[in-house]
């Protein structure tokens, strides 16, 4: 069954630094998606993508996020300059379109943790 | 301003027995609803979803009902199983500028006692 692939799993990093999250969707799938989930609070989405530009982003979604697709395989997350309040698992998710009835789907979280 | 909530955030129930998760939400522009489940340290799967044409899906032991006027869905496992314990996100989707843009909620923590 075709998975999203995130890497790494786990990423440390100081505060202040810059992070990139990786994520390759499912090969024909068209929209991508980064979401976030800080410890025991919701799934909040921070931006999606289509064609090669930001569909919609949230008000979470900064300028110090950035995403990019670099190569028609990955899709990245950029967070230029990381804050405590950053740490959270970061979830990709890709779709061809949600009215397959499959909705998205998700890859098993890259979760960060700025010291 | 949480458009979709899950009011309970656990819920206990004895292996065999139904389990009903409950879903409000607020904007009138979602027409499509969903269920995903998720494990400790795994991204959510999907689980069911509905049309807001319809007010009931059924997948095997997973039946959706949605009521439009109240805003209101739910999920109803049954038989709960132990496998089923996990956290049960209901999400809310709605056409965004060309795609389907999803809001989750908070999540409901189910546990299936053996």
């Known amino acids: 069954e075709p998975e999203v692939t995130q890497t790494p799993s786990h990423q440390v990093t100081q505060m202040g630094q810059e992070v990139i999250l990786r994520c390759v969707p499912i090969?024909?799938?068209?929209?991508f998606y980064w979401y976030r989930q800080i410890l025991g609070q919701k799934v909040e989405f921070l931006v999606s993508?289509?064609?090669?530009?930001?569909?919609?982003k949230s008000e979470i979604f900064d300028d110090q996020f950035s995403v990019e697709r670099p190569d028609g395989s990955n899709f990245t997350l950029k967070i230029r300059s990381t804050k405590l309040e950053d740490s959270a698992m970061y979830f990709c998710?890709?779709?061809?379109?949600?009215?397959?009835?499959?909705?998205?789907?998700f890859g098993s979280g890259t979760r960060l943790t700025v010291v | 301003d949480q458009q979709v909530k899950q009011n309970s955030p656990s819920l206990s129930v004895q292996e065999g027995r139904i389990s009903i998760l409950n879903c409000d939400y607020t904007?009138?522009?979602?027409?499509?609803f969903l269920w995903y489940k998720k494990y400790p340290a795994e991204g959510p799967t999907f689980l069911i979803s509905?049309?807001?044409?319809?007010d009931k899906n059924e997948d095997g032991r997973f039946t959706v009902f949605l009521n439009k006027s109240a805003k209101h869905l739910s999920l109803h496992i049954v038989p709960s199983q132990p496998g089923d314990s996990a956290v049960y996100f209901c999400?809310?989707?709605?056409?965004?500028?060309?795609?389907?843009?999803?809001?989750f909620g908070t999540g409901t923590k189910l546990q299936v006692i053996p």
């Open positions: 904007n009138s522009m979602f027409d499509y």
């Open positions: 509905i049309s807001s044409i319809k």
């Open positions: 993508f289509y064609n090669n530009e930001i569909s919609e």
């Open positions: 999400a809310a989707s709605e056409n965004s500028g060309g795609y389907q843009k999803v809001t």
């Open positions: 090969s024909n799938h068209l929209y």
């Open positions: 998710a890709s779709s061809v379109h949600l009215r397959d009835s499959y909705g998205y789907t």
